[in-house]
């Protein structure tokens, strides 16, 4: 269901990086209308592929195996959204805060929670992936700019 | 000689278009704040080549044609920051403006002045060139958000 209440709505996609907190300390700083929510958003890998006992190309993940990784994925998940609550509060705004969690290829989980949540403005750090990723698909930041409807702010950490 | 006297600049690069004037009155409703500086950023292209009346593969410019590019050139710069200042008079925020003028590539002139102005955060629209030389050059806001250090805000016209 799309969110269409006419609350504005500034996206800050976090993630484990120094560089994504940046950004949401840049936006809290700059940018944060007293009026607006502030939406979380974070994207968790898409799920190992599960290979079958019979599948001697692949791996072999156990039961215990992909829970644990979905529990890993979870721990993550919170880390993250409590280390980006940290930075709300250290700027003592009193500012809505919402978590968004998505799973899937981040640049594309992106895009759509945007249009979903009828965002303002999305706000990212400069770098989502690591360099090989980067290098193989091209920057999160420089997808979601080429592809969102709403403005988009890239905050470089130096 | 670089800007380094503490000001915050906020450099908003306007072209004919209107997008850079939608990403400026965005920039004016939504980020800039009271004690900042706002930096219309215009930026000439450069000069046509001047071939002598020996090159005759070349096209003539007589001085009278290269004087007449010239007036051009100064109208349209004297037009873009003329209706950029009137937006920003529509808000009312009685903002410092300052102007800032380069000739070149679009791409390297804005990210230089950025450099140079010491710039918080640089402010535009998402299409600065026309459709063939965005698909030859890739579009000057992807190539100023890799290269510029500041976060970078690109602003879509829907």
């Known amino acids: 269901m799309d969110v269409v ?3 504005k709505r500034i996206v800050v996609a976090v993630d484990e990086s120094s560089e994504s907190m940046h950004a949401l300390a840049w936006c809290l700083s700059h940018l944060l209308p007293s009026d607006a929510v502030l ?3 974070y994207v968790k890998p898409p799920p190992p592929p599960f290979y079958s006992f019979f599948d001697a190309a692949g791996y072999m993940l156990s039961g215990d ?3 644990e990784v979905q529990k890993l994925g979870t721990r993550m998940v919170q880390s993250v959204m409590d280390r980006a609550e940290a930075v709300c509060r250290d700027f003592n705004h009193g500012v809505s805060v919402e ?3 998505g799973t899937g290829d981040a640049r594309e989980v992106i895009c759509k929670a945007v249009d979903k949540l009828g965002a303002d403005t999305l706000v990212m750090g400069c770098h989502g992936y ?3 990723k980067r290098a193989l698909l ?3 930041s420089e997808y ?3 592809h969102v409807k709403c403005p988009v702010v890239i905050v470089k950490h130096q």
């Open 39 to 41: 939406v979380l958003l």
């Open 138 to 140: 091209g920057s999160v």
């Open 65 to 67: 195996a992909t829970a």
């Open 99 to 101: 978590r968004f969690v």
């Open 144 to 146: 979601c700019s080429k």
């Open 5 to 7: 209440d006419g609350t």
């Open 130 to 132: 690591g360099f090989m």
